[in-house]
């Protein structure tokens, strides 16, 4: 079974500081996977996904994340964190490329930006 | 797109009683998704629809809940004799089952009190 790890329910950084939000991933086949924002009272967002093409994938707002199979991991960093950026971020796998759609979150980390 | 809408944004019930919601995804979309969200967690799956269709059923849906969609287009969850443990948040996806993109976009959400 698919499963997503996302370690620390909470990351807090300076305005300006690196920001590197934790995903690790459980799967018995090659993964497809995304990172999905959340800001307050509205839906959820993506931000980048890996689908099976380069390893380092760039998204949205500054955002990028690195495919690691030796290390399941796809952890999320951005060089220069912003206000703006405080919000709920969700990392999430799917099994099968453009199949049923089904995606399997992570149980999320919350990052707030300090002035 | 005008986005995935969901009705109502908020709901409070009383144990036992029995509630509803609809979601309205973007009018090209053919696949439906619910998702369930508790507080520090991410989505939970639920199901999805392709069309009418109702192709896939999470083991969390009991047979209290039930999803419709009767002509492809908008759909409901109605959940029977609620109990304290469904508060939550309901989120509603779309997406296109055609081509490659298989990006899902969110609802704002139903967000469940039972009292």
């Known amino acids: 079974a698919q499963s997503v790890t996302q370690l620390g329910s909470h990351v807090s950084v300076s305005e300006g500081a690196l920001v590197l939000l934790r995903c690790n991933y459980s799967?018995?086949?090659?993964?497809?996977l995304f990172w999905y924002v959340q800001y307050p009272n509205q839906g959820l967002q993506l931000l980048l996904k890996y689908t099976s093409a380069a390893t380092l994938v760039k998204g949205i707002n500054g955002f990028e994340a690195e495919f690691k199979k030796s290390e399941t991991s796809f952890h999320l960093t951005k060089p220069s964190a912003h206000m703006s950026d405080a919000a709920e971020y969700f990392c999430a796998v799917s099994e099968f490329y453009n199949q049923g759609g089904k995606l399997i979150f992570g149980q999320g980390t919350e990052l707030s930006v300090k002035p | 797109d005008t986005g995935v809408s969901q009705d109502p944004r908020h709901k409070i019930t009383k144990r036992g009683q029995n509630v509803t919601f609809r979601c309205d995804p973007i009018s090209e979309h053919n696949r439906l998704y619910w998702y369930r969200q508790t507080l520090g967690q991410g989505p939970e799956f639920l199901t999805y629809?392709?069309?009418?269709?109702?192709?896939?059923k999470s083991r969390l849906l009991s047979d209290r809940f039930s999803a419709e969609r009767p002509k492809g287009s908008f759909s409901t969850l109605e959940i029977q004799r609620t109990e304290q443990g469904d508060s939550a948040m309901y989120l509603c996806?779309?997406?296109?089952?055609?081509?490659?993109?298989?990006?899902?976009?969110f609802g704002s959400g139903t967000q469940l009190s039972v009292l």
């Open positions: 629809f392709q069309n009418e269709a109702q192709l896939e």
């Open positions: 799967s018995s086949v090659p993964p497809y």
């Open positions: 996806a779309s997406r296109s089952s055609w081509g490659s993109n298989e990006k899902l976009f």
